[in-house]
């Protein structure tokens, strides 16, 4: 048992290793990729575009199951007043950014995973490195950079439907003063509770794709499965990875800043 441990526990170190270089080339490689601005552009509009519809109901339903929950418990303090404040540090500070990285993931990141590892199991990559184009800098550095682009954009993009979700529920269905409502996510919404939003919406972006992009690159790594079986289980890896990382960095982060 204690070999079957201590082999675990290489293998684990063994593959942060790996990964620690995957993102350091893949990084390095920003800087002599050519055309680069382009292919930056063609992954904001392959990860923005594609993942906007279920950012925008996931943030409308978060911010009416906010709005009835946050109701019904200041309700019974007399304080229906602070709905608007409840809904609004919920979202910036905590929701928004783990919900928007975790649909990020199962959307975009997962499509760059299966991407990856058809371009591996297809020979493309090995046909780049072959001709003499870095196949980090060319394949993986534009989806690294177009996440710092993405990731927060489509955070602010649930915080606003999710606020406006919450104003629904709470104003048009149970009867709180609109105007009550906005002026108390107004005095709640401090700059540092927004800056803290950003943070984790970059630090998410960057960790999840790099898991994602990873996981794709290496699919031929796979043990025990090839061809399809193998992408197939590197996506699934990629998704199960990104999304407890996602949470550990959180309360990670979140020790931090609190």
């Known amino acids: 048992m204690i070999v079957s441990i201590g082999?675990?526990?290489?293998?684990?170190?063994?593959?942060?290793?790996?990964?620690?270089?995957?993102v350091a080339l893949s990084l390095a490689?920003?800087?002599?990729?050519?055309?680069l601005a382009g292919r930056v552009a063609r992954a904001i509009n392959e990860q923005g575009p594609?993942?906007?519809?279920?950012?925008?109901?996931?943030?409308?339903?978060t911010g009416l199951v906010l709005g009835l929950q946050g109701y019904h418990v200041l309700s019974r303090f007399g304080s229906e007043g602070l709905l608007g404040a409840l809904v609004s540090l919920s979202l910036?500070?905590?929701m928004a950014p783990v919900l928007a990285a975790l649909m990020l993931v199962g959307q975009?990141?997962?499509?760059?995973?299966?991407?990856?590892?058809?371009?591996?199991?297809?020979?493309?990559?090995?046909?780049?490195?072959?001709?003499g184009v870095s196949s980090y800098g060319y394949l993986v550095?534009?989806?690294?950079?177009?996440?710092?682009?993405?990731?927060?954009?489509?955070?602010?993009?649930?915080v606003a439907v999710g606020l406006w979700g919450g104003s629904l529920s709470g104003s048009l269905l149970l009867g709180v003063d609109s105007g009550v409502y906005w002026?108390?996510?107004?005095?709640?919404?401090?700059?540092?509770?927004?800056?803290?939003?950003?943070?984790?919406?970059?630090?998410?972006?960057?960790?999840?794709?790099?898991?994602c992009a990873y996981q794709g690159f290496h699919a031929h790594r796979v043990r025990g499965a090839t061809g399809a079986r193998a992408v197939s289980a590197a996506t699934t890896k990629a998704v199960v990875?990104?999304?407890?990382?996602?949470?550990?960095?959180?309360?990670?982060?979140?020790?931090?800043?609190i």
Request: hydrophobic share 50%; proline share 2%; charged share 20%.
């Open 141 to 158: 550095s534009p989806r690294l950079l177009s996440c710092l682009v993405v990731f927060p954009m489509q955070t602010a993009l649930f």
């Open 50 to 61: 594609r993942c906007l519809p279920v950012i925008l109901i996931v943030g409308l339903f």
């Open 7 to 22: 082999r675990f526990t290489l293998a684990r170190i063994r593959g942060l290793g790996d990964y620690s270089i995957f």
């Open 183 to 211: 002026s108390s996510v107004e005095r709640a919404v401090e700059s540092k509770d927004v800056r803290e939003c950003l943070l984790k919406a970059l630090v998410f972006g960057l960790l999840t794709i790099s898991i």
């Open 108 to 131: 975009a990141g997962s499509a760059l995973a299966a991407e990856l590892g058809i371009q591996r199991n297809s020979e493309q990559i090995a046909a780049l490195e072959t001709m």
């Open 29 to 35: 490689g920003a800087f002599s990729a050519r055309r």
């Open 92 to 94: 910036v500070r905590e």
């Open 241 to 257: 990875y990104s999304s407890i990382v996602v949470l550990a960095a959180d309360y990670v982060i979140t020790s931090f800043l």
